[in-house]
């Protein structure tokens, strides 16, 4: 089975200084893993994703993420935090092959401020 | 074009009333989906179509009523729904085909809904 935990609930940054946002994995299988954000009513956006290629992965609006199988980790990661980052994010998991479905982790509130 | 569009964005019902949410996509997805997702919760997965066939039900009640009546559309049927259901209700499309666990899920701006 699939499973995916964000270590944090949540996390405070100052603008202009790194994120961190960490996510650790389970599965039986080669997984893919996403991140997505999610600002105040809205849908989900895809930040990136790895699927078994390079294991550091550029992402939208300057987030990365690196993929750490001996850690079975995905952390995401930004340089600079900018005031709209400010969203909930998500990192997850496909499911097996063939079964198209997503575990989400629970997410992590991210709150920029000024 | 990335776009899944959902309408209605805010639909208000009462408990013995028979509504209808539409997610429409043009990608040429053959994957759908209809999630549910709770204040401060992560989204919960309901139905998962493929090339129009219902392939996944969550177990979810039959007050629930999915259909997709084409490959670029999707339709999520409500009736007798409870206070409790009120939710974001999220639309997804992904493109389908073998390599499942691969396939990136495009997301719609959800259909806020309450139950009253």
């Known amino acids: 089975a699939q499973s995916v935990t964000q270590l944090d609930s949540h996390v405070s940054v100052s603008e202009g200084t790194p994120v961190l946002l960490r996510c650790n994995y389970s599965s039986s299988y080669s997984p893919s893993l996403f991140w997505y954000v999610q600002h105040p009513n809205k849908g989900l956006q895809l930040l990136l994703k790895?699927?078994?290629?390079?294991?550091l992965v550029k992402g939208i609006n300057g987030f990365e993420a690196e993929f750490k199988k001996s850690e079975t980790s995905f952390h995401l990661t930004k340089p600079s935090a900018h005031m709209s980052d400010a969203a909930e994010y998500f990192c997850v998991v496909s499911e097996s092959p063939g079964r198209r479905a997503l575990t989400f982790g629970s997410g992590t509130r991210l709150q920029v401020q000024p | 074009d990335t776009e899944v569009t959902q309408t209605p964005k805010h639909l208000v019902m009462g408990m013995t009333n028979k509504k209808s949410l539409k997610c429409e996509q043009h990608m040429g997805h053959r994957a759908m989906y209809w999630y549910k997702q709770k204040a401060k919760k992560p989204p919960e997965l309901m139905f998962v179509?493929?090339?129009?066939?219902?392939?996944i039900n969550e177990s979810v009640p039959s007050r629930f009523s999915p259909e997709c009546p084409n490959s670029s559309l999707l339709n999520l049927h409500l009736h007798a729904l409870q206070p409790e259901d009120s939710a974001l209700y999220l639309c997804a499309s992904s493109r389908g085909g073998l390599a499942g666990n691969t396939d990136t899920q495009y997301f719609g701006p959800g259909t806020r809904l309450t139950v009253l």
């Open positions: 790895y699927t078994s290629a390079a294991t």
């Open positions: 179509y493929s090339y129009e066939k219902l392939s």
